[in-house]
Structures are given as C-alpha cells and as structure tokens.
T-cell receptor
C-alpha cells in the first residue's frame, strides 16, 4: 500500500508570507491531488497535480495563489501565497493506490494557522 | 455539486447500529467512504464502483445504487472506536480521481 507523507505537519505564519507544503508518495502515481479542509468543514479539492504538465485547478482556486509543482511521479508541492487568516486550514494531499488505482489515500495533512 | 449526507449527526450506545446516507444529483462512477477523527487525516474505509454493489469487512459495509446515485454506509454493533466524522467522496464519470465530498456525518458512540 502507498504511504503518503507531508511536511510540515503544522505551521504558524504571518499574513502576507508564503508557505510551501511537500507531499511524498512511496510509489509512483500518475496523479496527485491537493485538498483544503477549513475548520469544521468538509474537504474541497484545490487542484490536480499532473506530472509533466501544468496543474489543473478547480473553480475558485487560481495558480497565482496556490502554485503547484510536480517534478516527478512521487513528489509534489503546494505553495500557499500571500497568506491571510482566511487561509488557515488543513491542507491534504492524496494519491490513488490499489491494483486498479481507484482508491484514494490521504497524507497526514498540514495544519496551517495564519496570524 | 456537493453530495448530501444524512443524518448530520448520530449518537449511539456501544453495540447499536447506524446507517449513513450519501446522495448525489450527478451520475457517479464511484463512491469513497472515509472516517476522520479529530485532528487526524481522513482514513479510507472502502470504495464502491458498480451499481448495486455492496461491500464490507467485519461490521462496516456499504451499498451503492448507481441508478439512484446514492450510497449508504452501514455500521453494525458499533464500537467506541467508530466515533468520528464520516465523509462520502463521489467521483463522476469524467473526473477520474477527483472526489467531491459530502458535508460529513458526526458519529458519537458512548459506552
């Protein structure tokens, strides 16, 4: 089974700054996904990180605010740029696993607080 | 369109059963079920891919009615460890891998 790790696990940042979150999968996967979970809320898909091409963003999320890199099949980064308190959330990456690559597993998440 | 989960919350005694429903207005390719405990990431429970499919292991099972675009999660003889927030994540036919999550159902199991 794929193991997914994220760094940092949590951070407290000042408004106006940027934070880059790393996601590492222990096996090669075609697609990785980035989700946001605001306090007490459900999960919302930010974007799909495709290896070798630009990330594809969901409605309401833009590349300037959430730039994503995907340099290889096991690694991705999400940057939260020019942060405001409204960006305080848990950010999670996910990747498919299993023989048919249908099951989605999540990393442990990055808890971000913006002051 | 976010799938709708019901109920929003349920409180059980150990040993009691519960059903959590997930309903979508869109045609579905799959339904994923997760449990999330406070301060932790969602944990994958199961995926249902085919219409009318029912899956399960031990005391947690689920069904998927593709025609009705609905899925239900069945928790039988609940244990304290079942407490948490349950989310369904739905995947449309043209959105491979992208999940849209319901608002969650908070399950509390008391001794």
């Amino acid at each position: 089974s794929a193991v997914i790790s994220q760094k940092p696990s949590r951070d407290i940042c000042q408004r106006g700054t940027s934070l880059t979150i790393q996601c590492q999968v222990d096996s090669q996967v075609t697609m990785m996904f980035w989700y946001r979970q605001q306090p007490g809320q459900s999960l919302t898909l930010i974007a799909t990180a495709n290896q070798g091409s630009e990330a594809t963003y969901e409605s309401g999320f833009v590349i300037d605010k959430f730039p994503i890199s995907r340099p290889n099949l096991t690694f991705s980064t999400l940057t939260v740029s020019n942060m405001s308190p409204e960006d305080s959330s848990i950010y999670l990456c996910s990747a498919p696993r299993g023989a048919s690559y249908n099951e989605q597993f999540f990393g442990p998440g990055t808890r971000l607080t913006v002051l | 369109q976010q799938p709708v989960q019901s109920p929003q919350a349920v409180i059980l005694r150990e040993g009691e059963d519960a059903v959590i429903n997930c309903s979508s207005s869109k045609a579905l390719y799959s339904v994923h079920w997760y449990r999330q405990k406070h301060g932790e990431a969602p944990v994958f429970l199961m995926i249902l891919l085919k219409g009318g499919e029912q899956k399960g292991h031990e005391k947690i099972s689920a069904s998927f009615n593709e025609k009705k675009q609905q899925s239900s999660l069945y928790l039988t003889a609940s244990q304290l460890s079942y407490s948490g927030t349950y989310f369904c994540g739905t995947e449309g036919g043209t959105s491979y891998g992208k999940l849209t999550f319901g608002q969650g159902t908070i399950l509390t199991v008391h001794p």
